[in-house]
């Protein structure tokens, strides 16, 4: 099965989840996110097949996410940067563990990813936060205008 393409689509979400939605492309920004850079560190850190991560690395470097730099000369050696694209990804990936550490989506006994503040050492957790009041919002208090401009308020007979 051939999977549609969101290449074109006039909704940003869509947009997002064409350079995003395959699994390995989150598991690779983790891994840039924690440091690490260099094809064979991610290849056995993700027990991922080479000409997967290949195709993987290509296709973040062609939408900005990754840069590749050239860290030796003899022989060629290269190693893959997040941009500042790239890193912004990270409170995604943040958001996305954080529910998976609440569900426990990792199974029964999940490792769950931690963020913590490099300053105080305090647990960090991603928020929506209202521009106006700097307070954060929750679910209820949610209005979607999808590209339609229909705006809906999905959250307002929830808890």
């Given at each position: 099965?051939?999977?549609?393409?969101?290449a074109?689509?006039?909704?940003?979400?869509?947009?997002?989840?064409?350079?995003?939605?395959?699994?390995?492309?989150?598991?690779?920004?983790?891994?840039?996110?924690?440091?690490?850079?260099?094809?064979?560190?991610?290849?056995?850190?993700l027990?991922?097949?080479?000409?997967?991560?290949?195709?993987?690395?290509?296709?973040?470097?062609?939408?900005?996410?990754?840069?590749?730099?050239?860290?030796?000369d003899?022989?060629p050696?290269?190693?893959?940067?997040?941009?500042?694209?790239?890193?912004?990804l990270?409170?995604?990936?943040?958001?996305?563990?954080?529910?998976?550490?609440?569900w426990?989506?990792a199974?029964?006994?999940?490792?769950?990813?931690?963020?913590?503040?490099?300053?105080t050492?305090?647990?960090?957790?991603?928020r929506?936060?209202?521009?106006?009041?700097?307070?954060?919002?929750?679910?209820?208090?949610?209005?979607?205008?999808?590209?339609?401009?229909?705006?809906?308020?999905?959250?307002?007979?929830?808890?």
């Amino acid at each position: 099965m051939r999977r549609t393409s969101f290449a074109n689509s006039d909704c940003t979400l869509a947009g997002s989840l064409e350079i995003i939605g395959e699994w390995w492309t989150m598991l690779i920004i983790r891994e840039a996110l924690t440091g690490y850079r260099r094809f064979e560190d991610f290849r056995e850190r993700l027990g991922i097949a080479r000409n997967i991560l290949t195709r993987r690395l290509r296709h973040l470097e062609a939408n900005g996410i990754l840069e590749r730099v050239q860290y030796q000369d003899r022989p060629p050696r290269y190693e893959y940067v997040l941009t500042q694209k790239g890193k912004e990804l990270g409170i995604a990936l943040m958001a996305l563990a954080q529910w998976g550490n609440k569900w426990k989506t990792a199974g029964d006994t999940p490792a769950p990813i931690r963020f913590n503040s490099a300053e105080t050492g305090a647990p960090l957790e991603v928020r929506i936060i209202d521009t106006a009041t700097d307070q954060p919002i929750y679910y209820k208090s949610v209005v979607v205008t999808p590209p339609d401009g229909i705006t809906r308020h999905p959250g307002k007979d929830s808890e």
